[in-house]
């Protein structure tokens, strides 16, 4: 295991800093669902011009950019805050990069791993709108959309450049969730056609992303357990990723 240190090293400051982790995430949390690094891209605004654009308090959004701008999320010149490069490049909506949608994703979870004590004595899971905190919808939206954000922002490309379908026709996909590999490997492959098997609501994310790339011809989507629903024996590729 892993020792900090020294018993002189130690420094309860390492605690304090575990416990305030989620602080940094609750302000990330916070950039993505204001909008607040769209309204920045590219521009050089004061604290009262966000706060207009936003609909918020002055005083509360000057600390919020204020905090921002320390977890280098934000550059600040004079009274003026504008993105950083890191949020320019992965953090803007609409951006071949943008990972938001992701980071949304995992701080649904939030009230779930503030109950983790009760989930590791119970011996179940805790689904984050099974507390209340996020809806349903929300859940699988989040979920589906950030994963398609991480296969967008490089991992689709990896696995094409990883992968020789040459000669390959079918591709079973399982648990393809939002179609985000099929939808990289089909346009990759024009000779390819790929079954993407996931619940329903992955699929209802999936369905317009496979539209949206114009593959509706080389990709189809199967509702179903893939546990038992039938699979007919003829691909020639079968592809899993992520499922636990």
Known sequence: MHRTGSPVDMDPEQVNELARNFWYSAILRAGIKLDVFSILEGNNLTSGEVARRIGASPRYVQAFLDCCGVLDLLDKEGDQY????????????????????????????????????????????????????????????DYMIGQHNRAESGQARHLVESLDLRGKHKMLDLGGGAASYSIALCAANPDLHAVVVDQKEPLDVARPLVEQHDLGNQITLLEGDFLDTHLEPDYDVVLISGVV
Do not use: C, M, Q
Request: charged share 25%; glycine share 6%.
């Open 82 to 141: 504008t993105n950083s490069p890191l949020t320019s490049r992965f953090l803007v909506k609409n951006k071949k990069e943008y990972v938001g949608d992701h980071a949304l994703h995992h701080t649904n979870t939030w009230a779930s791993w503030g109950r983790l004590d009760e989930i590791v004595k119970e011996g179940k899971t805790l689904l984050p709108y099974e507390t209340g905190f996020v809806d349903a919808p929300t859940y699988w939206t």
